[in-house]
């Protein structure tokens, strides 16, 4: 069995396209979503239909909530608001209940997925030091956790101590427990524009990072014919 474990798509057709081509390569049998399917970017109705067609557990992001729902956007970075409004008027009222009607939090096999922290997962906390992860462990009750959100790879291993390790091969030990970060198909922040994507071999016990490189000039493109603002094409680019 292998598990491709991928999420913060944000609207990317390209990159998600991208994404399970490869992951058909590398011989995977499962997919789980990591939720935030749309925002940001200009595909939210042709992505939402990917994934839903696929019928894989799928658990929700922040965006997904936010697209999703009626209430003000105010609080939010301007960027990302306008983004969101714009998303709310592309899906319809079947694809937003959806959306809205995703789990925060759920297990699959022998590991459990959220979209942020088990901690308060619908307060839609950051991880980004090992103290955040700290806190996540606390509530961690399998020995692998999958999340997004920071759109960012990371892996924090819990033994004695918690401690980050880079986010490459991961060979799963008995006796600890990880906490990792599948990073962002849509919308990677690492400084690397390629999708990012996570592989969980369980016959092997083994986590492997994949990076993609996909029609990224296409989704430039369609984000600024949707006359959404122009530094979400820009930093695509920049993978930031
Ligand atoms: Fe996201």
């Given at each position: ?129 090992r103290?955040?992860a700290m ?23 819990k033994?004695?101590r918690v ?78």
């Open positions: 069995m292998r598990i491709a474990l991928f999420g913060d798509i944000h609207a990317n057709f390209e990159a998600l396209d991208a994404v399970l081509a490869d992951s058909e390569e590398q011989g995977v049998t499962d997919y789980v979503c990591m939720g935030d399917i749309v925002g940001y970017n200009a595909d939210p109705g042709a992505c939402l239909e990917k994934v839903r067609g696929m019928n894989c557990p799928t658990i929700k992001g922040n965006h997904d909530a936010d697209a999703s729902g009626t209430h003000s956007l105010d609080t939010m970075n301007p960027v990302a608001a306008s983004a969101l409004e714009w998303t709310r008027e592309q899906l319809d009222e079947d694809q937003r209940k959806w959306l809205s009607r995703l789990r925060l939090v759920r297990q699959v096999s022998d590991f459990t997925v959220v979209h942020s922290t088990l901690d308060q997962p619908a307060h839609w906390n950051y991880v980004t030091n103290f955040d806190s996540n462990f606390s509530y961690q009750f399998t020995q692998l956790c999958f999340h997004g959100h920071t759109h960012v790879p990371r892996v924090y291993v033994d004695s401690e980050e390790v880079p986010a490459e091969s991961v060979a799963i030990e008995a006796g600890s427990k990880y906490f990792i970060n599948v990073g962002s198909v849509g919308q990677p922040r690492d400084g690397d524009w390629r999708s990012c994507y996570a592989i969980y071999d369980l016959d092997h016990k083994l986590v492997v990072f994949r990076r993609v490189e996909y029609d990224i000039a296409r989704a430039q493109e369609k984000i600024l014919d949707a006359g959404l603002p122009k530094m979400l094409a820009e930093r695509l680019a920049d993978g930031r």
